[in-house]
């Protein structure tokens, strides 16, 4: 993804034989994917919002079979980095993946989507700079992501990546900030990891871990630039 290799290669047909939870996108960035009790959603910059086509095709998911081994509640408001470093305090070690949901009442939700791409694809930190971003008020919905190990850097974003869904299913993206004022966070271990890979040209041919790998994937998950802005009362 860093180095533009954005072309679908697994339908979401295929996807949803792995799991019922996870998040992702869509051929070409066009949408930011939530699978969430076994449905895949997809939110496009442009507002729309929907189940999403089983033909279609992702360049990049990750999905697992939720069940919740650690629950707890939440009745006092905790922003993003303190809801992390919460979660961080039950886990039984950072070495592990770990599935993250969160169903609650946020005082705000913001968050991001990328528009389509198209040939010449530009690199991943510069179609970032093309993001829109949405502030959600008052707003009732599900976090969905998961927690990576450090090293497993590449294969995935070390630390937190989150999305989010509103609970009318029409409106969220990738998760950049939040205060949660109330809810219910469940979190699953990791053992195991079933990787595939795209047998495509792009990706035969892509410059992969060139330069600072670590750095530009914090810059894509904490947003980077943000020029476009777009307010949301939902």
Not at 96 to 105: K, Q
Not at 135 to 155: E, K, Y
């Amino acid at each position: 993804m860093l180095e533009g290799v954005y072309e679908g290669t697994t339908t979401i047909a295929e996807l949803r034989r792995h799991g019922d939870f996870g998040i992702g996108t869509f051929d070409r960035l066009d949408g930011e994917m939530i699978v969430l009790d076994g449905r895949c959603y997809r939110l496009r910059a442009d507002g729309t919002a929907g189940e999403a086509d089983l033909a279609t095709r992702t360049p990049l998911a990750a999905v697992t079979y939720f069940h919740g081994e650690y629950d707890r509640q939440v009745a006092e408001p905790v922003d993003a980095a303190g809801l992390r470093a919460m979660v961080d305090t039950w886990l039984p070690s950072p070495n592990l993946f770990y599935a993250v949901r969160v169903d609650g009442h946020f005082d705000h939700m913001v968050t991001r989507m990328l528009p389509e791409q198209h040939r010449p694809y530009p690199r991943l930190i510069d179609a970032v700079a093309r993001q829109v971003i949405s502030t959600h008020t008052d707003a009732h919905g599900t976090i969905v992501g998961f927690r990576s190990p450090t090293h497993m850097l590449g294969v995935a974003a070390a630390g937190y990546h989150l999305h989010f869904l509103s609970h009318c299913r029409t409106r969220g993206g990738h998760a950049y900030d939040f205060v949660l004022r109330s809810g219910r966070v469940r979190v699953d271990v990791g053992y195991e990891l079933f990787l595939r890979l795209p047998a495509t040209q792009d990706f035969s041919r892509a410059r992969l871990g060139r330069g600072d790998v670590a750095g530009e994937i914090e810059a894509v998950l904490q947003g980077g630039p943000r020029p476009y802005a777009r307010p949301d009362h939902s």
